[in-house]
């Protein structure tokens, strides 16, 4: 059985910091593509970042270029975002996502004062 399970959400000010893992069981993780996604009320769900199963390649969406990292630690089957210069267009709820298939339950983020 896969299961995603995202942590590290919560509330955080303006121009503040959040880190999310995703901890993965039931792949082969080493050799998944893993992704973030969010959605924010209303919007549909989109990519915020992606990263291949090594870590070399790794795309960003515009909106967070220069301040979200996204990275990986396949000994731990674990993939990170760090959430830098948060701003409040950044609430939503973000997805862990895998091999273009499978999907965590998601963890709420919002940046608000």
């Known amino acids: 059985q896969v299961q995603l399970v995202e942590s590290g959400g919560g509330l955080v000010e303006p121009g503040g910091s959040l880190r999310l893992s995703c901890a993965a069981s039931g792949i082969i993780f080493s050799i998944s593509p893993m992704a973030w996604y969010r959605q924010a009320p209303e919007k549909e769900r989109e990519l915020v970042a992606d990263i291949s199963s090594g870590g070399g390649r790794i795309n960003y969406a515009d909106s967070v270029k220069g301040r979200f990292t996204i990275s990986r630690d396949n000994a731990k089957k674990t993939v990170y975002l760090q959430m830098n210069s948060l701003k409040p267009e950044d609430t939503a709820v973000y997805y862990c996502?895998?091999?273009?298939?499978?999907w965590g339950q998601g963890t709420q983020v919002t940046v608000s004062s």
């Open positions: 996502h895998s091999s273009g298939r499978y």
